[in-house]
């Protein structure tokens, strides 16, 4: 079975300092991965995704993530922090065996940013 | 991607009762999901609704308190029975990305947010 941890349930940075949100992933076949992202009384908003090609993963609203398969690592990276980052963002991982999808949630990560 | 529509979007109902939470999709989907998020804390799958066949559940839920229907390809139904306060959550519902997109890619509803008092 497959399993996703998120290190660290509340990050806090100041705005325009670096956004590094971790997750670490466990899986016997080679996954999918993905950064979804919460914003405060929305809903769930797929912020990236990971499916095998290439290990540095472009998003919205310049969040990047990269896979690294010798860490079973995806986290997600903003070079420059803003306001509007504020959120919940969770990393999550897919099962791919059987006929049936399903994806594996993380805990979360409460972002916060200081002004 | 599809666009998922929910109602209600929120509500606060009485112990005991039932509320029925719908969920509608732009575009015929084969797999949706149920979704139950509780307070501070991540998602958690309640199950799998398949046009046709029966739900299956995850476990820990059962269909007595969660009857879902799946009448046709782009709308589900969950139902929340006899609740209680523990029943209070956010619940989503998700389908998963039909080709050319990536499996495994899914698109999720608003949320119904459901306050039991």
């Known amino acids: 079975a497959q399993s996703v941890t998120q290190l660290g349930s509340h990050v806090s940075v100041s705005e325009g300092a670096l956004v590094l949100l971790r997750c670490n992933y466990s899986?016997?076949?080679?996954?999918?991965l993905f950064w979804y992202v919460q914003y405060p009384n929305q809903g769930l908003q797929l912020l990236l995704k990971?499916?095998?090609?290439?290990?540095l993963v472009k998003g919205i609203n310049g969040f990047e993530a990269e896979f690294k398969k010798s860490e079973t690592s995806f986290h997600l990276t903003k070079p420059s922090a803003h306001m509007s980052d504020a959120a919940e963002y969770f990393c999550?991982?897919?099962?791919?065996?059987?006929?049936?999808?399903?994806?594996?949630f993380g805990s979360g990560t409460r972002l916060s940013i200081r002004p | 991607s599809a666009v998922i529509s929910q109602k209600p979007s929120r509500d606060i109902c009485q112990r005991g009762t039932s509320l029925t939470i719908q969920c509608q999709v732009d575009?015929?989907?084969?797999?949706m999901f149920w979704y139950r998020q509780q307070p501070g804390q991540s998602l958690t799958l309640i199950a799998t609704?398949?046009?046709?066949?029966?739900?299956?559940?995850e476990s820990g839920f059962v269909i007595d308190k969660f009857p879902i229907s799946r009448p046709n390809l782009t709308f589900s139904t969950l139902t929340v029975s006899n609740m209680s306060p523990e029943d209070s959550s956010i619940y989503l519902c998700?389908?998963?990305?039909?080709?050319?997109?990536?499996?495994?890619?899914?698109?999720f509803g608003p949320g119904t947010r459901l306050l039991v008092l």
């Open positions: 899986s016997s076949v080679p996954p999918y």
């Open positions: 998700s389908v998963e990305a039909e080709w050319p997109a990536p499996p495994e890619t899914q698109y």
């Open positions: 609704a398949n046009q046709g066949s029966e739900a299956t559940y």
């Open positions: 575009s015929q989907v084969t797999m």
């Open positions: 999550v991982v897919s099962e791919t065996y059987s006929s049936a999808s399903k994806i594996i």
């Open positions: 990971y499916t095998s090609a290439a290990t």
